[in-house]
């Protein structure tokens, strides 16, 4: 079974809304490799949209971007793309999946199917599968930014506190700290390895 890893980008008053990042060579290239690095992404519909509506453009050459940015657009083509939605069932973009039903159910077999894990980029959605107990790890990108607004992190509340381990962290040149955390299970330390809300699915 493969790991499912949440990342983003998060201001420090905790604002995800995706254009008060810094974007630069070194954060395209984080995102790069941690795509390198799974089997899969997974995202809610809005954020398939999205990403649908600009990166295969960059992957095509048809915009214009920096190399990073292109280099990641052409991986992305072609990395295995699952989403989760009750509202939509066509995704044409390549190499896209349809999650449907029991979110449970749908993402801890998608899990068990992809051992190089799973890469998570939906913050809406992340809450959802938090509450479900699925997901592993934590690796997010913190700016050096006060955005003063939202969407803020798991706005939308957890049923209790989620306890976490440090792994690593790492400071990048433009300010922002690469955090990595891994979920803290009581029974068996830190994970190794290893309810549906209807409706908020179909968020970022």
């Known amino acids: 079974m493969g ?21 630069d060579d070194e954060t395209h290239a984080f ?11 997974l995202w809610g519909r809005v954020t398939y949209e999205m990403m649908e509506s600009y990166w295969p453009a960059v992957a095509r050459g048809d915009a214009e971007a920096p190399s ?20 939509r069932k066509d995704f044409p973009w390549t190499n896209s999946h349809h999650i449907a039903g029991d979110l449970r159910t ?19 959605l ?21 955005a003063g607004h939202g969407p803020t992190l798991y706005q939308s509340g957890l049923p209790s506190t989620r306890r976490l381990e440090l792994v690593s962290a790492k400071p990048l040149r433009s300010g922002v700290v690469a955090m990595h955390y891994r979920t803290y299970r009581r029974d068996r330390g830190a994970v190794e390895g290893e309810g549906w809300s209807g409706g908020a699915e179909e968020g970022r």
């Open 68 to 87: 990073a940015m292109r280099e990641w657009a052409v991986k992305l083509e072609a990395k295995p793309k699952y989403v989760v939605s009750s509202t």
């Open 126 to 146: 992340a809450t959802e599968l938090d509450r479900l107990d699925l997901i592993d790890e934590y690796k997010f990108l913190v700016h050096p930014r006060i």
């Open 31 to 41: 995102f790069t490799r941690l795509m390198d690095e799974g089997g899969a992404m």
């Open 106 to 124: 749908g993402v801890q077999k998608l899990k068990d199917a992809t051992p190089a894990g799973v890469l998570l980029g939906s913050g809406t």
């Open 3 to 23: 790991l499912l890893t949440f990342s983003i980008n998060v201001t420090l008053d905790g604002c995800v809304d995706h254009q008060e990042g810094i974007a």
